[in-house]
């Protein structure tokens, strides 16, 4: 048969080598062999994460277990060691953000292992304050307002059931009371002009509401 059309007899090309393939016996993928590790390599293996750049970018905050026990570390962006900035050997401690405008940063702790957590600043020189002290309480930092000069805080100090909103000045660390929980609502999102609050109501892991 003499094929005239170009366009049919491509075609017919096609369809010949796609019937070669299918006739072909399907190709077996080669097998990889399963690596092994032993437990003293799980065991040592390391965690990092929660990091931050600081305010001129020349250092980052983060957290690791490397000492068996999760605590903050810094280190230089241009290459070089971290450097361990708190040392317990009995709580967890973790990194949470550089200061937006000096080297202070803020950091959690609880009190071994209670996963009571507060929230706590460190000076360049090493000095610490916790920010929510009291007992039986936990705390959290939500986020930094956009000119750095102020953060919001989650604790239930007030009332273990509830978490109300707090903000706190960057430089004092005076607080005042931004928000007080009645209902058991779980903090989303705090718009720029601090004039909007986003929350979500948990009523069970599969079921949320968004409060209107």
């Known amino acids: 048969m003499i094929v005239r059309n170009r366009r049919l007899a491509a075609a017919l090309l096609f369809a010949a080598a796609a019937a070669a393939a299918a006739a072909l016996p399907a190709a077996t993928p080669a097998k990889r062999p399963s690596r092994e590790y032993t437990i003293e390599q799980f065991l040592s293996t390391t965690a990092i994460n929660q990091a931050s750049f600081s305010f001129d970018g020349s250092k980052l905050l983060f957290s690791s277990n490397a000492t068996g026990i999760v605590n903050v570390y810094s280190i230089p962006t241009g290459g070089g060691d971290a450097v361990p900035l708190t040392k317990s050997d009995t709580a967890t401690t973790t990194s949470v953000s550089y200061f937006p405008s000096d080297d202070r940063f ?69 607080r005042t009371l931004f928000y007080q929980d009645e209902v058991g609502y779980d903090l989303g999102d705090i718009s720029e002009d601090a004039k909007w609050i986003a929350f979500q109501k948990i009523n069970t892991t599969a079921d949320k509401d968004l409060p209107g």
């Open 106 to 174: 803020l950091f959690t702790r609880d009190q071994g292992g209670n996963e009571l957590n507060h929230l706590f600043v460190q000076t360049p020189a090493g000095e610490e304050k916790d920010l929510t002290p009291g007992e039986k309480l936990k705390a959290a930092f939500k986020k930094w307002t956009r000119d750095g000069r102020a953060f919001y805080v989650r604790s239930n100090e007030r009332d273990a059931r509830f978490f109300d909103v707090y903000r706190y000045d960057a430089g004092s660390y005076a």
